[in-house]
Structures are given as C-alpha cells and as structure tokens.
C-alpha cells in the first residue's frame, strides 16, 4: 500500500513540476528556444503523467500538445504542420470514440473540443493571424479547463487539477491577444 501512495505522490509532484516548466514558459519570449524548449520537456512529462495516472483523456490531449512541441522546433510549411497535428488529433479522436470514453466519461467532448482548438492554435502564425492564433488557443485552453475542473470536482482526481490550473493559465495570454486585436 506505501509503495501506491508513494508512486501517486511522486506522479503528482512531477505533475506540478512540469505545470511549473510549462508557465515559465508562457512567460517566456514567445517563440524563442527557451519557450520551446520548456514547453517540449513541459509537455512529455504531463504525457507521461497522464499515462502514469491511467488518464485517457487527458493522455489523448497530451499527445496532440507534445507533438506540437517537436513540431515548433521543425522548420515546415504551415500546411503540412496543420495536417499532421489534424491527422494525429483524428486518430486520437477516433481511438476515444472507439473505446467510448464519451460514455464512461460524458465531459470528454469538452476537452475533445478544447483539444482540437488547441492543436489548431499550435500551428496557427502569431504574427500573421493573432486573432484567430489567440481565439483557437484561449478558447481550447478554457475547454480543457472546464473538463479539468469537472474530473477534478466530480471524480476527484486530485491531479486533474494541475491541467485545470495550467490551462487557466494558457488561456490568458491567447485571450489578452484577442481582445488586443479586437481594439485594433
């Protein structure tokens, strides 16, 4: 019984570890080697996590992030970036509805929905469509939010609140942009 508690405690402090890694680089300079830096060892280890934690949901989302963090260090065309991370979030997709995760877990389509803006967001030019940049991430972080919440809440899955709070996090800047943009 030790050995489970230890192992939970050790999955959850490397939970907010890496929540921690992941902030740091919001606060980062957008785009710099840090930032990706930060956000790639950020998102493997919530990858792991999740997988650790025997969370779909939030695995499936993790995957789709972390791939999106190798691609930020990849020099490729916007277009081949939007159809890899829209071919991985399809599969994933798929492997969720074949397992039926929404019926086991109704909230699913929440963070199914913010996970898809997310990937959206990933490969989405800053520079060239802040609007549509900071509504994709703003709104898909907010929906992994919310389903984050309601796991937590509702399941109490103490962990989950690490993506509630991370996700909060990640909305704000995308959102402080849409407004920003909104005003010009």
Known sequence: MKKTADASRWIFYSGIAAMILLIIGVLSEPSSLPQKSLFLIGSVVLTVVAHLNKQRMLLALQSIITLGSILAFVDLGGIIKYIL??????????????????????????CT????????????????????????????????????????????????????????????????????????
């Open 85 to 110: 991370l829209f071919g991985a979030s399809a599969v994933v997709i798929w492997y969720l509805v074949s397992i039926k995760n929404y019926k086991k877990d109704p909230w699913s389509i929440s």
């Open 113 to 184: 929905a913010g996970l898809i803006l997310v990937a959206i967001g990933y490969v989405t030019d800053a520079t060239a469509d802040p609007l549509y940049f900071g509504l994709y991430l703003g709104l898909g972080s907010l929906l992994v939010a919310l389903y984050s919440f309601i796991d937590y809440f509702y399941n109490k899955d103490k962990i989950a609140i690490i993506w509630f709070i991370l996700n909060v996090v990640f909305a704000i800047n995308p959102i402080l942009l849409v407004i920003s943009a909104l005003k010009a």
